[in-house]
């Protein structure tokens, strides 16, 4: 009977360190922010057609790479960019608000590999929709964020979750597929 209550307690313990890492169990924490970050490894890819590729998928992704790209260092191998995402957020049962997500997206290039990390996360209320928003009023951090109401946050997380994969799925895909130039 001790083994079991000793097995219970290691496994409560071992869930409880594990949800450490995430926010609300949902959005992955590095440091205690909402981080996306991975090392892709890629064979026989150049450090310069990755950058290339890097850049075509800023522009297809957010319709203008020259608005978003903040850092742009062909020679270090380095691009970083801001970028935002729509979503509603259910705020009351007939209510949604309008939310824009922020995040800044780091991208280090290598070669025959390349590191992103996905950070920064803020997020702006919009009762009233608007087509344009300010970077520098990009709302508050993802972690701070309508603290107190992890309820609502632990059904609209999910839906950040989703859209970063999709994203970050992309992201992979464009610099790993050779894009087919026969026309």
Not at 62 to 85: A, L, M, P, R
Not at 148 to 172: C, Q, R, T, V
Request: charged share 30%; glycine share 4%; net charge positive.
């Amino acid at each position: 009977m001790k083994k079991i209550y000793f097995l219970l307690f290691l496994l409560f313990v071992s869930n409880e360190i594990l949800a450490q890492d995430k926010l609300l169990g949902i959005l992955p924490l590095k440091d205690g922010k909402v981080t996306y970050s991975n090392v892709v490894q890629l064979k026989d890819v150049s450090k310069d057609v990755m950058y290339n590729r890097i850049k075509h998928w800023f522009a297809d992704t957010y319709n203008s790479g020259k608005d978003v790209i903040q850092i742009d260092d062909k020679e270090t191998g380095e691009i970083i960019g801001e970028g935002c995402f729509k979503s509603s957020w259910r705020a009351r049962f007939f209510f949604a608000q309008s939310v824009n997500i922020w995040k800044t997206i780091k991208i280090q290039l290598k070669e025959d590999r390349f590191r992103y990390e996905i950070t920064d996360f803020r997020i702006k209320n919009y009762f009233i929709p608007t087509q344009n928003a300010s970077v520098k009023d990009a709302g508050v951090p993802i972690e701070e964020w309508n603290k107190g109401h992890d309820s609502k946050n632990k059904k609209f997380y999910p839906k950040i979750a989703s859209e970063m994969a999709l994203l970050i799925n992309s992201l992979e895909n464009a610099v790993k597929n050779k894009k087919d130039d026969s026309w």
